[in-house]
Structures are given as structure tokens and as C-alpha cells.
């Protein structure tokens, strides 16, 4: 593909439509479409949760040939009300997605989604198969307790300078049961406090990311925002009513649907592991399993393949 198509410079890449749609219980979604206003659909599942929508993810896109919808799920980026915990589970995300759907008057659209994306994203197709038209997954997090468990604490096997960086934030008193800490300080009345421990967070699952490792946002209201909805969901397993299934549990029949997963060798936030156990439930998933790569989608071999696989989803 001619890589025109995914610069910031192609005259598609700006947004040709933004706004706000009001959802339930005092929330207003954030929303920009891109791309071709007459292409095939696409809407893009964020990470995080929390992480927000960037036109940055845009560059995957063959922008002639899809109209990407990107919007910012409850509390997230520009929605507001900012950061906010009430009404915010995956059921309500799922009814959100859906809103936006009837809201734009489409019929059925492609799901794109990295990470926290690819978990809501396999939750909405449960529940809603026949508006979609195909899914594209990265990085799978699942939402298990094994999952959790792993971000918690299995990740200091491979990074346990990070791992003691994120407990050592916490006041002395609060790292025994880090999850319950950092959402303690994340939800202190104290700007400093929130933004420090926010930062702290982004930092920790920066580094972790990538191969070539990272860095979060600083002490910003965006690095907040996201540690704040992350340590919420974690604390509640995602609303996943089987813990040990999580984001499984909303694959009870194999889909109908055309699907494909990129997933690096080498990704520490959510292990290889969790993409197989998908791949057991849904034989036909395209399965691309990406050597010398990690979490990130910026690593250039998970871009690439994203990329990749957004030109064979052209064939749905």
C-alpha cells in the first residue's frame, strides 16, 4: 500500500465531522469521523480504558477507502464529564457503541480495537454480532483475574525496576494491596496527589509496553484520567461476571463474522497466552502472531501488520 495513505499530510486524514453525543446518566461522548465520508465504516475501541481516541491511530487506515469513526468512551479524553466513575461499566460502554451507531445511521460496521479496545470490542460483538461486519484486534486483553493478577504483580519477572518504581510512588502504607492504594490517591481531593499517582501509573505500564520501553504522560489530567478508569475497572474485573472467563464469557457461539487478531511474541501487558484461548473459541480468527514485537501499537512491526490486516479486511 502506498504509504501516502496513512501520513498526516494526506488530505484525508483530518476530521470532517466532530461532536458531542449525550448518552445516559449525564454523559456526553466525544466523537470525529475521518476518511472517506462514503468509505466502508470503521469504528475504533480505544484503549485504557481511559486512554482516549488520537488522530494518530488514523495512519493504519487506507484513508480513500474507509470512514473512520473514533469517539472517547465515559470519562475518557474530551467526554465529559471528565474522569467520572458513575455509570461507567462495560455494559454502559457497550450501549454507547451502539448509541453512536443508530446516532450515525449506520447499518453495520468493521470494530477495530487495541488492548482495553480489543476486550470492549469482543464484548460488543457478543452482544451485538449483527451490526458488525467484521472485527480487527490487537494486543487482546481479556479481563480475567489471571489477567489482573498478571498487571499487578507477574509483570515485576520481566520489568522488576518498573514494578518497584509503581509501589514505591505509593505512601509505604498503601503497598500491600497496590490496586486499593493507587486508587485511594487517585481519588484524593488534592490535585497533586491525583496527578502524581496518575503519573506514576502511565509510567509503569509505558515501560512495559514496548521492547524499546517508554515513557507515560507526566503529571498531566490525561495520565489521571486514565490511571483513574483503569484502577476502576481492574477493581471490578471488568464487570465480567465469570472472572475466570472475563472478555471470553461474551463468545458463546462461534462468531459469524470475519475476525483477525495481531498479537506481538513478546507482549508483557497482555501474554500470548490470552490470544490462543481466543483462538480456541473462535477456530476461523485470524491469528497473527508478530516475532521480536510487544504491546504497543506504535512498534513497527505491529503497525505494519495492523496495516496489513486493514487490507485484507477491504475483502469483507
Known amino acids: 500500500m502506498d504509504k501516502v495513505e496513512h501520513s498526516p499530510q494526506h488530505p484525508r486524514y483530518q ?13 456526553s461522548l466525544y466523537y470525529e469521523q475521518a476518511g472517506n465520508p462514503a468509505g466502508v465504516t470503521v469504528v475504533c475501541l480505544h484503549g485504557g480504558p481511559g486512554a482516549g481516541s488520537n488522530a494518530w491511530t488514523r495512519r493504519f487506515f487506507d484513508l480513500d477507502h474507509y470512514r473512520v469513526i473514533q469517539f472517547d468512551q465515559r470519562g475518557a479524553g474530551k467526554s465529559t ?10 455494559a454502559h460502554l457497550i450501549a454507547d457503541i451502539e448509541a453512536l451507531r443508530h446516532a450515525l445511521n449506520i447499518d453495520q460496521w468493521l470494530v477495530f480495537g487495541g ?31 489471571a489477567d489482573r493478577q498478571w498487571f499487578l504483580d507477574g509483570l515485576k519477572q520481566f520489568y522488576p525496576d ?13 503497598r500491600a494491596e497496590p490496586l486499593e492504594g493507587y486508587r485511594q490517591q487517585l481519588n484524593s481531593r488534592h490535585q497533586a496527589v491525583r496527578l502524581a499517582a496518575g503519573s506514576a501509573w502511565a509510567n509503569y505500564e509505558a ?24 484502577a476502576h475497572y481492574l ?11 472475563g472478555a471470553l464469557s461474551a463468545i458463546t457461539a462461534k462468531p459469524r463474522v470475519p475476525g483477525i487478531l495481531v498479537h506481538g511474541r513478546f507482549d508483557m501487558i497482555c ?41 485484507r479486511a477491504k475483502a469483507w
Not at 476530521?15 to 454523559?27: C, I, K, M, N
Not at 477493581?235 to 472467563?245: G, I, K, M, V
Not at 481466543?278 to 502472531?289: E, G, I, M, N, S
Open 15 to 27: 476530521s470532517y465531522d466532530s461532536g458531542f453525543l449525550p448518552v445516559t446518566d449525564g454523559h
Open 81 to 90: 464529564p471528565s474522569g467520572s466513575l458513575d455509570a461507567n461499566t462495560t
Open 115 to 145: 488492548s482495553w479496545g480489543a476486550t470492549l470490542a469482543l464484548a460488543y460483538l457478543g452482544a451485538h454480532e449483527t451490526s458488525v461486519r467484521g472485527v480487527i484486534l490487537r494486543g487482546l486483553f481479556l479481563g480475567r483475574a
Open 162 to 174: 518498573a514494578h518497584a518504581d509503581w509501589l514505591q510512588a505509593l505512601p509505604e502504607s498503601l
Open 207 to 230: 515501560a512495559c509496553s514496548s521492547l524499546a520501553g517508554g515513557s507515560g504522560f507526566g503529571k498531566s489530567e490525561g495520565a489521571w484520567r486514565m490511571a483513574r478508569l483503569e
Open 235 to 245: 477493581a471490578h474485573h471488568c464487570f465480567f461476571e465469570d472472572t475466570r472467563a
Open 271 to 311: 501474554p500470548l497466552e490470552g490470544a490462543f484461548a481466543l483462538k480456541a473459541r473462535w477456530p476461523d480468527l485470524d491469528l497473527r502472531v508478530i516475532q521480536q514485537a510487544g504491546h504497543s501499537a506504535g512498534e513497527p512491526a505491529i503497525a505494519e501488520a495492523l496495516s496489513q490486516a486493514l487490507e
